[in-house]
């Protein structure tokens, strides 16, 4: 099939949207951002009506865009953020907003799941225990608003829900679905054992299918308000993380991705479904026969944005934040920061860390404490690093992605305290890229997703500085014990604050 295929990534804070040709050449895009809702502490949620429409728009705005270059002909894949949960009523109308990754409401529920079954669901299902996937999050909402349970009759990810709006067909793919906590992965069927103990039925739940399948045409009168044919189709696409080592091509064995956006996160590829001794990774399902072994931490950029906060009169820019961070010399002049201000994923899955500054005194200065932010941030990452190494082996290749890759300083940063050399990808695809690739495959334009990895051009490497490189092992260690002695603070701190707030 001839025509132009779109790429819509669904993130937390906005909407993107990239038409591409048949020779992978973008031809227009759109953005829209969106805003997240914290209605009370732990709880993070975004209004799916809203997304719809910023959805629609961008969809539009590039098909404007585009202009008469637009054949009739196209085809839609999409990218969307993991974890969501939306609770939907029979006529799948949302009877709530969507919870996001981020929601920690499931804490102690999690921790209940966690005594009772040790790893067992970890090794069935490749997700953690932890408040981000839907055992916790279902297993608390059944504990907890009793009415909104009675009354719910379907359970969706947000991407299943815009799917269903623009083509009135219900199903969701296995990447989608292996990133919820519900999905065995051996069998790639839902996991009714689980389903029965939390109390829904497969029929809760959608149908499901390949990223790489074609789900349907957009509704008529949709088509026709966005100014597209109503020859226009949807595939079912995936996640944005899954996605994204599409996007950058690290689609092959020993080709890692590693991105630091908002958060931060590792994984490469496998073709059997892998799990961690210690339940330190997850393992989500890519695409075509692909599993993605991997870790995430909640803290990445998100950590500059909290520094910037801290003077909102005379906010500093990115720029000047790594700049100024430049000033201070390895090691941060003895501070050393763990920076666990949204709690923390991968390696040790503790929602109940938080943010502590180690070493502070009467002379330190505030590009000593930005500097150890960026460390922080760097260590931490290279910690979830080593324990999707032990999983998969040594990479003989890293591919940076995300928004730390607009800052020489904090790629070479990484690359020192990882002791890993990093490439970057001369153009900026990411999951938009990855979801048209879903969309080519499904109409047979490409066999295979990877089939485009070496289209793909990189710059040249950031090496490692070699006795920086040595200075941060050090750190690492340091680090490591700082973790584990505050361990038990801040499980004692997050108590209080429930008490508090």
């Known amino acids: ?225 966005l100014g597209l044919s109503s020859d226009t189709y949807v595939t079912m696409g995936g996640t944005d993380g899954t996605l994204s ?65 801290l003077w909102p009169k005379s906010m500093p820019s990115f720029e000047e934040l790594t700049n100024l961070a430049a000033v201070s010399p390895p090691g941060a002049r003895g501070l050393l920061f763990l920076t666990f201000l949204a709690g923390e994923r991968s390696p040790a899955w503790n929602p109940s860390a938080r943010g502590t500054i180690l070493g502070l005194t009467l002379s330190h200065k505030p590009q000593d404490i930005l500097r150890a932010l960026f460390e922080g941030v760097c260590l931490q990452t290279t910690s979830m690093c080593q324990t999707v190494i032990e999983v998969l082996g040594m990479p003989h290749t890293i591919r940076a992605t995300g928004g730390f890759t607009k800052s020489p300083f904090w790629l070479q940063l990484m690359a020192d305290v990882s002791g890993l050399p990093l490439q970057v990808t001369s153009t900026s695809q990411g999951s938009a890229f990855g979801a048209a690739l879903m969309a080519m495959v499904s109409q047979g334009v490409i066999r295979h997703f990877a089939d485009v990895e070496t289209d793909i051009e990189l710059d040249s490497p950031i090496l490692p500085d070699p006795s920086n490189q040595v200075f941060y092992q050090r750190l690492q260690g340091l680090y490591h014990s700082a973790y584990l002695g505050e361990e038990a603070n801040f499980q004692l701190m997050a108590d209080w604050q429930d008490t508090i707030l």
């Open 245 to 309: 080592n599409v996007g950058v091509g690290a689609v092959t064995s020993g080709n890692f991705a590693l991105m630091i956006g908002s958060s931060a996160a590792c994984r490469g590829v496998s073709k059997v479904p892998k799990t961690h001794p210690q339940g330190s990774t997850w393992c989500y399902y890519l695409a075509q026969d692909t599993w993605l072994v991997g870790g995430a931490t909640n803290n990445g950029g998100n950590m500059l944005e909290w520094f910037q906060n």
């Open 1 to 225: 099939m001839s025509g132009e295929f779109m790429g819509i990534d669904i993130g937390t804070s906005g909407v993107r949207a990239v038409i591409y040709d048949e020779n992978l050449t973008p031809i227009s895009e759109a953005t829209k951002p969106l805003s997240v809702l914290t209605p009370r502490p732990g709880w993070v949620e975004q209004n799916p009506v809203i997304i719809l429409e910023a959805v629609t728009d961008v969809i539009k705005a590039t098909a404007n865009k585009a202009g008469p270059a637009l054949s009739p002909s196209l085809t839609m894949g999409f990218s969307c953020m993991m974890h969501s949960l939306l609770v939907c009523d029979k006529q799948l109308k949302p009877l709530d907003h969507a919870w996001l990754w981020s929601d920690l409401r499931s804490t102690t529920t999690a921790k209940e799941l966690r005594a009772r079954y040790g790893l067992k669901l970890y090794h069935r299902t490749g997700c953690p225990t932890h408040p981000a996937f839907w055992p916790s999050k279902l297993g608390w909402l059944r504990q907890n608003q009793p009415i909104l349970w009675q009354s719910a009759r379907y359970f969706l990810s947000l991407k299943d829900y815009l799917i269903y709006n623009l083509t009135g067909v219900l199903a969701t793919d296995y990447s989608t679905a292996s990133s919820t906590g519900l999905l065995c992965s051996q069998t790639k069927t839902w996991d009714a054992p689980l389903l029965a103990e939390l109390g829904i039925e497969l029929n809760n739940l959608p149908p499901l299918g390949e990223p790489t399948e074609l789900v349907g045409r957009l509704h008529g009168d949709l088509a026709q308000a």
